[in-house]
């Protein structure tokens, strides 16, 4: 069984958050300056989260930037 890398798990967190916010990709997008292609290509692992991306996302659904990644961690 294959474990999913950390940079799989920081984009599943960011795409629970998205449903569990109501909220949609365009909109994450939008508001934190993150183009819609490079979002999409992030949520989806075919490219890693930059930290600066990080912030803006975390800023963005009122959490701390450390609440994304703390699972990846455990």
Do not use: C, K, W, Y
């Not at 069984?1 to 939008?30: C, F, K, Y």
């Not at 991306?53 to 800023?59: N, Q």
Request: negative net charge; proline residues 4%.
């Amino acid at each position: 069984m294959d474990t999913p890398s950390p940079d799989a798990r920081v984009a599943g967190i960011v795409n629970r958050l998205i449903a569990d916010h109501g909220t949609t990709e365009l909109v994450l997008a939008t508001q934190t300056g993150i183009p819609r292609t490079t979002l999409r290509r992030r949520l989806t692992g075919r490219s890693n989260f930059l930290l600066t991306e990080l912030v803006a996302i975390a800023e963005f659904f009122g959490i701390a930037v450390s609440d994304l990644v703390v699972e990846v961690a455990a």
